[in-house]
């Protein structure tokens, strides 16, 4: 006998919304039955006959099973509690919040209630070119990583005709926590945790009361070093990883998005001998379809299925991830100072 499908509701209905959707309703388990989004003025019902409302109370009425949470930082963790207070297990797109109190307080609602699924969209550890690269790094292939270099840059910080990511008060941060986050998530993945953060945090550029740049360097334990440059001042967009290795070298280039403006995603391995003379062997392998949302969201029904937490996104890695946002935001005294950000980072 099949399993009736889990009804999905969003709450955001706008790109990543409308998106998250399409993926929900190819997947064999899910159905979307509602949504909601402030563009709507009244309640109504789409062709389809799914139910769409103005906000997210209206929307946690429904007979629901799951939630999708995809609306600004400012409310992120308030809808992902309400979610969670409903009853439903919930998948929220990162950021988590604002800042780390906000990450706090939902675990703290998580606690409360072991029995549902509570899953972030790191979405960028589902591209095949990162899984790729974390294989041959678990493999030891390549020997242990010597260090890490990440740019992640785009051209401003408002995209999706939006401004609230512009403005402190609603985003909690700029570049770094809305789009470096991924980065920071992944050098994490690769590497491990992180002792020792420096950095320069600096909006001098577009001068809104969040940053456009975020350089920061940073030491594990056990001496890998990472270097890190979140920005939105590269006006040819850009995602690049190198993960350098006793053996070789991992270079992940590029990424599949839906503007397709960050150029072919591509992951390239070379390999280290005595006689290279600096110019390696070198293999790329380049990918042209994208399964992450695909993958993501499957993993969502799965958990939710047997009851079993996902491997990637859970709101400890979240945390985690979170944490180090805000350890590198604070290493620069006088960003911190400027917008009061210490008490962020627990001593």
Known sequence: MTEPKLRIGIAGYGVVGTRRREFIDQHPGMETVAVCDR????????????????????????????????????????????????????????????????????????????????????NHRYHDSVRDALQIVRSGELGKIINLRGVYGKSKIINFASTWRTQRKFAGGGILLDQGIHMVDLIRLFAGEFEEVHSFISNAHWHHDVEDNAYAIMRSRTGVVAMLHSSATQWRHRFQLEISCEGGTIILSGFLTGSKSYGTETLTLAWKTENDEGDPKEQTTSYNHDPSWADEIGVFCQAIQTNHPPEHGTSAEALKTMHLVYRIYCADQDWADRYDLTDQIPS
């Open 39 to 122: 563009k709507f003025t009244t309640p109504g019902a789409f062709e389809d006959g799914v139910r769409y409302f103005t906000n997210y109370r209206e929307l946690l009425a429904c007979e629901l099973d799951a939630l999708f949470v995809c609306l600004s930082n400012d409310v992120a963790a308030e809808v992902t509690i309400a979610g969670l207070e409903a009853g439903l297990h919930v998948f929220c797109e990162k950021p988590p919040g604002r800042d780390l109190k906000d990450i706090s307080d939902v675990i703290a609602c998580e606690q409360r209630h072991p029995d549902r699924v509570l899953m972030y969209g790191f």
